[in-house]
C-alpha cells in the first residue's frame, strides 16, 4: 500500500482506465455511518443495507414508497470522507435468496464536493439517465462518461409510476490527490479551420458557464490528454476541438489568460502540470511565460512565481509544460499564461503537493456513531486519535523496514559491480597482452568467432540458454518479463546492449559477448570481454552543433517512450558539412531529425548520448549516416540523411512486377533484377554492421529507405512508426516484439546475435520478393506465430515457412531457408550472402 501511495504522488495525473477499484461499498471500507438515505421502507431496508452484493438485512436499501411526484426526491448518499475521481459505478436489486424481486430500472446520479452544493452527472450528450438493472440480483456496472469528482455520491431511482425500488450500490475510482475542488477562467472559443468549426469551451464543465466558468471542474480535470492534431479525439463520436479549451489572442487585450484554481486545503506546491497543443503551423502555441499568484489565508501574496518554458521550433507535438512552483503554501492559486501566438490550448492541468503523499482513503473508518448523515447536515472530516496515532506507527515501522530491504539491496549491487569491475579489468588487460603478442592471430579468429558473437540482455538472465526451452504455450504468458529490455524502445539505433531490465534496448547492438567453452562442464558461458571496435576512418565522434533555426519542420515520422522522430528540411546543410549531397548545393535537403523529450530520465539521456557516439563510426553506402547533432540545449537532436523514397515497405507496395505480359499503365513497374540489387545493397550493409559486431535486432523493409536510383541505406525508423504498429506484438501494453522477423532462439530464449539479423534478412528477402503485398505469415495470428516458433525448436518438420514468391527462383528460395535453419552455426552469414546474391545477379 505505501509504495502505491508514492507512486500516486509522484504521478498526479489521473488515468481513468486504471482509476477503477472499488471504494469500499462491498469491501466495508464505507463504514455505515457515512452511508445514508432521504428514506426507508423498513429499518432492514435502511441505508445502511445498500452494499453491492451483501443480502444483510432484507438484502437491499429500500425508499418509502414513491409517489410519481416524490420519485426524484429519493436517493441512497455516500460520504467517501475525501474527494475521490469516480469513473465506474455498479448496480444491483434487492434478491434477498429469491424472496425479493425489486430492482431500480432508471437512476440518476447527483454529486457534491462540498455537501452543499449539488450537480446533476450528464454524459457527453447531455443525458442524465442511467439504465440500471433488468433482475434483482445481476450486478450492472455503467463508466460514468465523462467522471466525475466529488466527496458525496447520490443514487437516485427514477420510475414511471408508483412502485418499489430496492438498490445496493458501489462506487469505483481512486482518491483525488490534486486536491484541485474547482477552477475558473474564461470559458472556451470557437475556430474556424480550414471551413471546419472548432469548438474548444469546456463541454464537461460541472460549474457555472457562461462567458466565464465559475467553481467547478471539467475537460481541464477529467485525465484524458489531447492528441496532437486538436480536431481529432480519442472519445468516439465527439465534435472537432473537444478535448481541449482554446482562447485566440484577439479576445484579450492584456494579451493572456487568467486562471485561478481552489484547493481543499493548505498544501505545500512543488509543481504544476499543463498539457499544451503545439500545433504551430496552424497558428497554435504553449503559452510563452506564466505568472502565478498564492492565497494561503485571506489574502493574495505580492511576490509571484514566474515561469517561461523552452522554445521549440522543430516538434509540433502537443506536450506537457512543468512549471515549478516553488513549495509555496497556498489554498488557492492564480495563474496569468501569456500567448505566445494566435492560439492557446489546455486539455490537462494538474498539480503536485506534499499532502498527495498519503492516500486517506485507506484510513479505517469510525465505528459507533450515529447512523446516517442526514441532508442539510454540515458534513466534517472527523478522525479518531487513536486510530490515527496507530496508523501513523505502522507507516513510520513499514517505512523503516522498506528503507532497510532498499540499503540491503543497493549494498549487494555495490558489491556485484565492483567484483564485475574487478573481472572486465583482469580480461581486459589479457586481451591487451593478447593482441599486442598475436594482432593478427586474433584478427583471424575474429572472422570465425564473429557468428559466434552475441548481445549481452536480460533474456539469458531469465530464460536459461540450452535445455531450458520455453513452451510457447508458457512463452506468451510470460512474454512481459522476457520483454522487459526491448520495451518502447522504437528508434534507438546504436547503443551498448549491457543494459538494465528497465531501459531500451537498440536496434544496433555492439555484441560484446564473447562465447567461450567451459571447459569443466562443456557448456557454453558468457563472460564480459572488450571485443576490438574497427572505427572506420574519418571524423570519430566529433560531430559539430548544427543551429536549429535551419531546420524546418515537415512532417512527424514516428514517436517512441522517450522522444519523436520528424522529417525536417536543413539550410546549408551542404556548406556545414563541406560535402556535395547531389543537387542544388543551396537547397535544403530532408533530414531525419530525432529528438529527446525533455523530462526523460538520466538514463534515457545517456543512452542518447550514447547513441550519437557510436552512430558517428557508422560510414557505409547503404548506413543511414548521422549527419550532425543538436546538444547544446533541449531538447536533445541528431539530424540523420533521409532519403526521399521513403521506406521499401511503401516504395515497393505501390509497384507491380515488371513482366512481358504486364498491359497496365495504373501502377509503376518494377524488375526482378531491380528487387535484387535492392537485396544485394541491403546485405552489403549488413555485411559492414556485422564486421563491427553490431546486431540490428529489426531488420525489415520498414526499416530501408529508398533514394534516388534505387539506393538502399539501412535505418531503423519502423518501429516509431503508428503506419507498422501492426507489426510488432504489444505485451500488456509495455514492450512491443517484431515476432513475424525474429528468429526461433531470438523469441524462445532472447538470444540476439549475427545470425538471428540473418534470419531477419531472410524474411526481408521475402518481402522484397513479393512486393510487400502481405505480412509475413499473414494467415497465422500473433499466438500462432509464437507457436510456431516451438516448432523450429523441437524441429520435427512440422514448423511452417514462408512461401516462395512467384518470381522467385529455386537458389534465391532456398537461400531463404538456408537463413531460417534451426541451427544459428548453419546459417549463412551476410558475405557469403552477399556473394550468393551477385551471382544471381549475373
Known sequence: MVLLMFFDSAHPQVNPGVCRYPLGMAGGQIQDEDISASSQWSESTAARYGRLDFDDGDGAWCPDVMAEHEALKEFLQIDLRTVHFVTLVGTQGRHADGVGNEFAQRYRIKYSRDGSRWVS?????????????????????????????????????????????????????????????????????????????????????????????????????????GLDDFTQSQVYGVWPGYDYVGWTNASFTNGYVEMTFEFDRVRNFSSMKVHC??????????????????????????????????????????????????????????????????????????????????????????????????????????????????????????????????????????????????????????????????????????????????????????????????????????????????????????????????DDAPHYAEANIVSEKNTAGGSTSYSMAAVCLTVPPGREGALEEFPRDQLTFKEKLGEGQFGEVHLCEAEGMQHFLKEDFGGNGDKPILVAVKTLREDANKNARNDFLKEIRIMSRLRDPNIIRLLAVCVESDPLCMITEYMENGDLNQYLSRHELQSESSTSNEAPTISYSTLCSMATQITSG?????????????????????????????????????????????????????????????????????????????????????????????????????????????????????????????????????????????????????????????
Open 686 to 842: 549488413m555485411k559492414y554492421l556485422s564486421s563491427l559486431n553490431f546486431v540490428h535486432r529489426d531488420l525489415a523493409t520498414r526499416n530501408c529507405l529508398v533514394g534516388e536510383n534505387d539506393t538502399i541505406k539501412i535505418a531503423d525508423f519502423g518501429m516509431s512508426r503508428n503506419l507498422y504498429r501492426g507489426d510488432y506484438y504489444r505485451v500488456q501494453g509495455r514492450a512491443v516484439l517484431p515476432i513475424r522477423w525474429m528468429s526461433w532462439e531470438s523469441i524462445l530464449l532472447g538470444k540476439f546475435t549475427m545470425a538471428s539479423d540473418v534470419w531477419a534478412f531472410g524474411v526481408t528477402l521475402w518481402e522484397t520478393l513479393t512486393l510487400c503485398k502481405e505480412q509475413p505469415y499473414s494467415n497465422l495470428s500473433d499466438e500462432q506465430v509464437i507457436e510456431n516458433t516451438g516448432e523450429f525448436f523441437r524441429d520435427q518438420n512440422k514448423q511452417v515457412y514462408l512461401a516462395k514468391p512467384a518470381c522467385c527462383p529455386d537458389p534465391v528460395y532456398q537461400l531463404m531457408l538456408n537463413c531460417w535453419r534451426r541451427n544459428a552455426k548453419e546459417r549463412p552469414n551476410f558475405t557469403e550472402i552477399h556473394s550468393t546474391l551477385l551471382a544471381c545477379q549475373e
Open 277 to 502: 497543443n503545439n500545433m504551430y503551423t496552424w497558428g497554435v502555441r504553449i503559452f510563452r511565460q506564466a505568472i502565478c499568484y498564492f492565497r494561503s489565508e485571506s489574502d493574495w501574496e505580492p511576490d509571484p512565481v514566474s515561469f517561461r518554458p523552452r522554445v521549440d521550433r522543430i516538434s509540433p507535438s502537443a506536450r506537457f509544460v512543468t512549471v515549478a512552483l516553488g513549495n509555496h503554501m497556498a489554498s488557492a492559486i492564480r495563474c496569468r499564461f501569456a500567448f505566445s501566438d494566435a492560439w492557446m490550448m489546455f486539455s490537462e492541468i494538474a498539480f503536485q503537493s506534499d499532502t498527495a503523499v498519503y492516500n486517506t482513503s485507506l484510513v479505517p473508518r469510525k465505528r459507533g456513531h450515529t447512523t446516517g448523515i442526514q441532508p442539510g447536515d454540515d458534513p466534517t472530516h472527523k478522525v479518531d486519535d487513536s486510530n490515527t496515532r496507530i496508523l501513523i506507527g505502522c507507516l513510520v515501522a513499514i517505512i523503516v523496514i522498506l528503507l532497510a530491504i532498499i540499503i540491503i539491496i543497493l549494498w549487494r549491487q555495490v558489491w556485484q559491480k565492483m567484483l564485475e569491475k574487478a573481472s572486465r579489468r583482469i580480461l581486459d588487460d589479457e586481451l591487451t597482452a593478447r593482441l599486442s603478442a598475436q594482432r593478427e592471430a586474433f584478427s583471424y579468429r575474429r572472422s570465425s568467432l564473429s557468428s559466434e558473437v552475441e548481445s549481452s540482455s536480460t533474456y539469458e538472465r531469465i530464460f536459461p540458454l540450452g535445455s531450458d526451452y520455453q513452451e510457447p504455450s508458457h512463452l506468451i504468458r510470460k512474454l512481459p518479463e522476457f520483454a522487459l529490455s526491448t520495451e518502447d524502445t522504437e528508434m534507438s539505433t546504436s547503443s551498448s546492449p549491457q543494459k538494465s531490465s528497465t
Open 121 to 225: 452527472w450528464r454524459d457527453r450528450k447531455g443525458r442524465q439517465i442511467i439504465e440500471g438493472n433488468r433482475n434483482a440480483y445481476d450486478v450492472v456496472l455503467k463508466d460514468l462518461e465523462p467522471p466525475i469528482i466529488a466527496r458525496y455520491v447520490r443514487f437516485m431511482p427514477v420510475t414511471d409510476h408508483s412502485m418499489i425500488v430496492c438498490m445496493r450500490v458501489e462506487l469505483y475510482g481512486c482518491e483525488w490527490l490534486d486536491g484541485l475542488v474547482s477552477y475558473s477562467g474564461p470559458n472556451g472559443q470557437q475556430m474556424t479551420l480550414r471551413g471546419q468549426r472548432v469548438d474548444l469551451n469546456d463541454s464537461v464543465y460541472d460549474g457555472a458557464m457562461g462567458y466565464s466558468l465559475t467553481e467547478g471542474l471539467g475537460q481541464l480535470t477529467d485525465g484524458a490528454w
